[in-house]
């Protein structure tokens, strides 16, 4: 049996009134639930694994058809994110246009959130729930025994026209067992981004679900229950990526220093492993302290992106950040002191927000001096307790994720938080907000003077060159 992964294109993205500036997370990273698969695929059964990264290859979609006309394939599975579902949709017409018997699968948060509306979208014949490596590989060892897949937990599919259903799967607790992503089934030279000084860039999670109540976010399939690789094992993945010629890495976890002490471990270990890497995590301002940060420095990590979301001590409160102010002005202080580059994540459009709010929160940003923001406008997204609050409160009219995950349609606008703003008023703020962070003369010089490689200077001119021309 011949298995395809395909990360689909973002052609048809439904969240057009976010501006992005930082790139670290859009297109130019591999896609890593894919590679957990197919690496847990090829070290626990002998079926030929495929990886099609449609993204990284700018592929369109005559020249997917072209592509999976070369490829052999039984089974297809697809990660299923809500913003990307009419690409996703697109890609399975095309995948049973040229094997109407292959079977898809879908899984990731959207297929996790809504599995009902999902296994009803045509061509899809199997949906996983949850950590998909387990599941998906007795999925296949047992692709048309539906008496034996009735009793893997993680799965929908229908029998006899009856749904089926049976049930999430417990959380994988020992995170070690699983065998490293599959990068060498992409074209990992091509993977890059702008926060970075060399290429090729990975991205890593060196831990599991998130222990923070933060209302406008939700992994789903990951979970709330915070599970952790251990530092050998973390520190192994960096090392194999050295030895393929990758040493820049994104730390994904959502939280990296939840335990600190592990992450002491792991600089530890990089230091004395003596391995040459540049690496980014991401980080609460209330995890982190000196100690913690001079580990950091000297094990190669160069930035901290930071949670921030807003400027005033009364949104924080709303968005249960769980942080203040102050907290945050010392940890960017520290982080500085230290010598480590820092992203700041803000958004505008929350929940009682005025003007005025908004506001303060541009001047937090040039408080701040961060080297880089990233600044969205709140989209409520499934699953979460903000898109809960304003279903009740009448603020967001009605369930319109459900609607579209029933119906994906590219005429579709994703709500936002409209108490006290238009979309448009919000995006011209959002565009106010950008180019007084970016464009200030200070800013560009000190910028400048950090630039290393002609490479960064073109990413960065690109960037500073999207900033000016916002509308």
């Given amino acids: 049996m011949e298995i395809l992964l395909i990360n689909p294109p973002s052609e048809n993205e439904i969240i057009g009134n976010n501006p992005e500036i930082i790139e670290e997370e859009r297109g130019c990273n591999p896609p890593l639930g894919l ?14 694994i495929n990886v099609l990264d449609c993204q990284v290859e700018e592929l369109s979609y005559p020249q997917i058809e072209n592509r999976l006309m070369q490829i052999n394939f039984d089974v297809v599975g697809l990660t299923a994110m809500t913003f990307t579902m009419l690409d996703v949709i ?17 899984g990731g948060p959207h297929a996790h959130l809504f599995p009902d509306e999902t296994i009803q979208l045509d061509g899809v014949d199997y949906v996983v729930l949850g950590e998909g490596e387990e599941t998906f590989l007795q999925l296949v060892d047992h ?38 992503p599959a990068r060498h089934l992409t074209p990992y030279h091509k993977y890059s981004s702008l926060l970075a000084r060399r290429t090729p860039v990975t991205i890593m999670m060196t831990s599991r679900g998130c222990p923070y109540q933060c209302t406008f ?41 939840v335990k600190r002490d592990r992450a002491k471990g792991i600089c530890d270990e990089i230091v004395r492993r003596k391995l040459d890497v540049g690496w980014d995590i991401r980080a609460r301002v209330d995890t982190i302290d000196d100690e913690l940060l001079t580990k950091l420095k000297k094990a190669g990590c160069r930035g901290i992106h930071y949670g921030v979301e807003a400027g005033t001590e009364k949104i924080l409160k709303i968005l249960n950040k769980g942080i203040h102010l102050d907290q945050i002005e010392n940890a960017f202080r520290m982080t500085r002191k230290h010598g480590l580059m820092t992203l700041a994540y803000f958004m505008i459009g929350n929940p009682t927000e005025t003007r005025e709010d908004i506001l303060e929160t541009f001047a937090f940003t040039k408080k701040l001096d961060a080297d880089f923001i990233h600044m969205t406008i709140l989209t409520p997204f499934p699953g ?3 898109y809960f609050d304003g279903l009740k409160k009448g603020i967001i009219i009605r369930d319109y994720w459900r609607e579209f995950a029933s119906n994906p349609t590219s005429d579709f606008t994703p709500p936002h938080w409209n108490e006290n703003f238009t979309l448009d008023e919000l995006h011209e ?43």
Avoid: W
């Fill in 143 to 180: 692709i048309d025994d539906f008496n034996v897949l009735r009793k893997i937990p993680g799965l929908v599919f229908y029998q006899d026209g009856n749904l089926v259903n049976t049930g999430i799967r417990d959380f994988i607790r020992d995170l070690d067992r699983l065998p490293f």
């Fill in 429 to 471: 703020l959002l565009i106010t907000g950008y180019q007084q962070f970016y464009t200030r003369p200070g800013y560009i010089l000190k910028r400048l003077t950090k630039i290393r490689s002609l490479g960064e200077l073109r990413r960065k001119l690109r960037a500073g060159i999207k900033v000016i021309l916002m509308k």
């Fill in 35 to 48: 590679l957990y698969l197919a690496g847990y695929l090829e070290t626990n059964s002998s079926y030929k």
């Fill in 90 to 106: 697109k890609t399975i017409q095309i995948v049973k246009k040229i094997n109407k018997n292959a079977k898809v699968v879908l």
């Fill in 217 to 257: 976010c939700d992994r789903p399939q990951l979970g709330k229950l915070f599970r952790a690789r251990s530092t050998g094992n973390v520190v192994d993945e960096m090392e194999t990526c050295t030895r393929m010629g990758i040493h820049e890495f994104i730390m994904y976890d959502d939280t990296f220093t």
């Fill in 384 to 386: 979460t307790k903000i």
